[in-house]
């Protein structure tokens, strides 16, 4: 086991037909999601057994309450080399400087298109942009967002480094 992905949430903000069909938004009742306590003894012993990548998912970990003080004690482990996680960006302005502080590593970010208008149609949400500005704020990752396969040390619009290729659409 050299790899981990840990789903901190079944919950997701957005309705992305391929994940949360319409009408099949039944979510864990709460008392049935593992606690930050219970993630972080899962990842400590699945370190054991040498797991040293960990990749913290959701649905959309960001709406994971306390989510900073998970990465804060998944960092402190000595064996994870590795810390990363992938979000849809759409909460991540407000966080993204916590969680580098908290010590996550990578991030990935998970953006189908970057026009508007598709965007909202393929998450039946309107909120493209707040993923674009969420996006901007992980300029202290070393790569960022991988999906994009950038580097962010020269920081620059989303617009141009998910450019399409000529004759390809979104």
């Not at 942009?129 to 969420?134: C, K």
């Amino acid at each position: 086991l050299g790899s981990l992905r840990v789903s901190v949430t079944d919950r997701c903000n957005l309705r992305c037909g391929y994940c949360l069909p319409e009408g099949s938004q039944v979510w864990l009742p709460k008392d049935d999601i593992a606690t930050l306590e219970e993630l972080a003894a899962l990842v400590r012993a699945t370190t054991l057994v040498g797991a040293s990548k960990v990749r913290v998912t959701g649905g959309e970990p960001l709406l994971r309450r306390g989510l900073p003080i998970l990465i804060k004690a998944l960092a402190a482990m000595p064996a994870i080399r590795d810390l990363a996680m992938t979000t849809n960006a759409v909460f991540l302005a407000d966080q993204a400087q916590h969680l580098r502080a908290a010590g996550l590593g990578r991030l990935t970010i998970s953006i189908d298109t970057l026009r508007a208008e598709r965007y909202a149609i393929a998450t039946r949400r309107n909120t493209a942009s707040t993923a674009e500005n969420g996006s901007s704020k992980c300029r202290f990752m070393k790569t960022c967002p991988s999906t994009w396969a950038t580097r962010m040390r020269r920081p620059r619009p989303a617009s141009k480094i998910a450019a399409p290729r000529p004759g390809a659409s979104l």
